[in-house]
């Protein structure tokens, strides 16, 4: 092909606006003010909502104790992904501008009135060692519980791995710091959720009225144990010990015995009353296509609850023709991450009762945790 100077002048716009695209797709160009904001918000959701899945992350700057694995600290994603912040891997106080990013973003989206801050456990082996090298990285709960101490806007999400000797102490413990609910990723910590220690974790997390937060479908971001751990099928073993499970991403990703993972968790929901699912993670680059076909599902919208996944970068481009253009303008040209993720979930007709269903899935706990508060205080 001969190149003429028409083509080499199309070629450099083309790539000028796939720069600008790319950019867009991690970090948006400029936020509204707080009376924009507020302006374009239904009244019922100005500072109402409740996120139930946002991650902390840290290296360990400032004496966190947060802990990252090599691969993870190099790879790409998380170097784009904290720059995407305006942060970087080696910045001495990078734990502490990653909660002041979360914190002014939070108070910036207009909707939020406040998000579970999730902890994260080492991954342990069946024989109940931790194995640090296995673990793409640990974010303390007493970390977390000091954040939640410190904010009202950031509820404890605490993390506990089954395997550990020390499960159920660790889970008395953090119920006492006022954790809300447990997170598990079992694809990548690698616990069977049938096994026998996780049955008497879910007895003690029920007695406590702690709700469990379980990565279901597939996991293609972080190294992982096995995929087969992520079968929502599992959730049976925690809803038959009466816990309040929420199914984060609702198993958007991968595919067992011949059917999606989303499609086995659509069938569980008129069996178990006490199954939830999350909406993290939906506008991402690999998942939006389940967001679109989520508003089809009626049958689920009341059993969704609102989630982030925080930081992972919503990918607005990928609506481009598939919202209208004006939705999808207002949400591309935002850089507040919450703000963009809200917008592409209200283009998508996403129910506004699914911001506040998260207070009714913790409201047993939460209850318990404000009659405690006049102790705590003494
Ligand atoms: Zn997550």
Redesign the pocket.
């Known amino acids: 092909m001969k190149l003429t100077r028409r083509k080499l002048l199309l070629g450099g716009a083309s790539a000028i606006v796939l720069g600008a695209a790319g950019y867009k797709l991690l970090r948006g160009f400029a936020d509204e003010s707080p009376e924009e904001v507020s302006q374009t918000l239904p009244p019922a959701l100005r500072g109402t909502a409740l996120d139930v ?1 946002v ?1 902390i992350l840290g290296t360990g700057a400032g004496g966190t104790s947060c802990w990252m694995h090599d691969d993870m600290r190099d790879s790409i994603q998380v170097r784009a992904g904290l720059w995407n912040l305006g942060l970087h891997i080696d910045q001495p106080d990078l734990d502490a501008r990653y909660a002041d990013y979360l914190l002014s973003r939070m108070h910036g989206a207009g909707f939020l009135k406040q998000v579970v801050a ?1 902890a994260m456990d080492y991954v342990y082996s069946a024989s109940g060692e931790r194995q640090v090298d296995r673990t793409p990285f640990f974010t303390p709960n007493d970390y977390v519980a000091r954040l939640a101490a410190q904010h009202r806007e950031l509820l404890f999400g605490a993390s506990i791995h089954p395997y550990r000797p020390d499960a159920l102490e660790e889970l008395d413990r953090v119920a006492a710091l006022g954790a809300v609910l447990v997170k598990w ?1 079992p694809n990548v910590h690698g616990m069977d959720l049938g096994d026998v220690r996780c049955r008497a974790f879910y007895r003690r997390l029920a007695q406590h009225q702690m709700a469990l937060l379980v ?1 279901v479908g597939d996991e293609q971001a972080m190294a992982i144990a096995g995929q087969e751990f992520g079968d929502p099928r599992r959730l049976v073993a925690p809803l038959e010990e009466g816990v309040t499970v929420i199914a ?2 609702v198993a958007s990703l991968g595919s067992r015995d011949g059917r999606t993972n989303f499609e086995h968790l659509v069938e569980m929901f008129p069996r178990w009353p006490n199954l939830f699912a999350d909406t ?2 939906l506008t991402l680059l690999t998942r939006w296509r389940v967001l679109q076909r989520l508003a089809e599902h009626a049958e689920i919208l009341p059993r969704l609850v609102h989630g982030s ?1 925080f930081p ?1 970068p919503p990918a607005s481009s990928f609506y481009f023709g598939r919202i209208a253009i004006r939705d999808w303008w207002r949400a591309w040209i935002r850089e507040n991450p919450f703000r963009r993720d809200f917008l592409l979930k209200q283009a998508c007709g996403l129910p506004a009762s699914i911001y506040v269903r998260g207070y009714e899935v913790l409201a047993p706990r939460l209850r318990s945790l404000a009659a405690r508060i006049p102790t705590a205080l003494a």
């Open positions: 899945h991650h999730l990723i990565h984060a991403h993290s993670a996944d992972l």
